[in-house]
């Protein structure tokens, strides 16, 4: 429990705080936490293969390239109908390319935490902020852990999905029998649509496929928060606040009709920085700089729920007597629909 993102220990400020405050340059604001500076851009080789703009494949493959991480974390397609998804420990570029994409599925990291402690080495770990959150927790506790994770990369997040959804999109999608659902992927770009409007593409056991777009029946399941843990319900970090780097889709009027994606970064350590400006020289990737309050702007649905909503949500919870964790939120019923 001292080390659960929802428990009641220290929140996202006051251990961001420990971990960037005396940063050279470092800023804050309330909506992103801690922040050097923040980008737009995408991958030159890794876009076309990526969910959005191949930024984060990009960087994992270079820490690894570089011998700045000996392994990196992330989740990793299994398929197998009971679990599709899983933390693995990646050791080469072709694995990470294999991995890549978004992933809208349960996954622990129980076992991962056990051979990070087990096995020596510098760990690069992706993850969503209430998995970055529990590892900051967890280092806190642990040196082996401290010392050993090297490098963190966040992701922007609205809600996770249990099982189910994955099982309802694919009904959707035409698996009127429900087989069991062998593969998925969730981010499918079609150059007739623009980005904001990929599809999901699932294989079942007989080796069927189907496919639907986000307009077709994703998008209501994933607005209305189906099949949304109820975890999800308090939490108050949109943009992985104790993330090294984070990433996020660049949903701006002026990126959206690119099919191919394009990401937005929000940058706290300076090794990052490092890295982005070496990336630009080299011509691996085309990145600019972009205003923090426009990275801001592009998650403003985001922000909405996990912010004001969320002072409702409270709000209620404590009229009926629930318990609720701690948050940097305020109760309130004083909000505008």
């Known amino acids: 429990m001292e080390v659960c993102p929802f428990g009641d220990n220290e929140n996202e400020t006051q251990i961001g705080a420990k971990i960037y405050g005396s940063t050279e340059g470092i800023r804050y604001l309330p909506e992103t936490g801690y922040y050097l500076d923040s980008y737009v851009g995408y991958s030159n080789e890794f876009r076309q293969s990526s969910a959005s703009g191949g930024m984060a494949v990009w960087l994992l493959t270079k820490l690894l390239k570089e011998g700045i991480v000996d392994y990196v974390i992330c989740p990793t397609p299994q398929k197998n109908p009971e679990k599709l998804f899983s933390f693995e420990i990646l050791s080469d570029e072709n694995s990470i390319k294999a991995a890549s994409g978004s992933v809208y599925y349960p996954v622990e990291m129980s076992e991962i935490i056990q051979k990070i402690i087990e096995f020596p080495g510098r760990y690069a770990v992706t993850g969503l902020p209430c998995f970055i959150k529990a590892l900051r927790l967890a280092s806190q506790k642990n040196r082996k852990l401290r010392e050993r994770i090297a490098f963190t990369i966040g992701l922007v997040c609205g809600q ?63 607005v209305n928060r189906w099949f949304t843990p109820n975890a999800c319900n308090y939490c108050d970090d949109v943009f992985a606040e104790l993330a090294d780097v984070t990433f996020m889709d660049a949903w701006l009027p002026e990126y959206i009709s690119d099919s191919k994606g394009t990401n937005l970064l929000i940058v706290r350590s300076k090794l990052m920085q490092e890295i982005t400006s070496y990336g630009v020289k080299s011509n691996n990737i085309t990145v600019n700089e972009i205003p923090i309050d426009k990275v801001i702007r592009s998650q403003l649905g985001v922000i909405d729920v996990k912010r004001r909503q969320l002072a409702y949500r409270l709000y209620m919870a404590h009229k009926e007597g629930l318990k609720t964790p701690s948050k940097r939120i305020e109760a309130s019923n004083n909000i505008e629909f």
Do not use: C
């Open 160 to 222: 996770m999905k249990s099982k189910n959804y994955t099982k309802y999109i694919a009904a959707l999608a035409g698996n009127k029998g429900l087989n069991k659902i062998q593969s998925v992927y969730y981010r499918g770009k079609d150059p007739e649509n623009p980005a904001n409007n990929y599809y999901y593409h699932f294989t079942d056991e007989h080796g069927l496929k189907y496919k639907i777009f986000w307009n077709d029946g994703i998008s209501e399941a994933w």
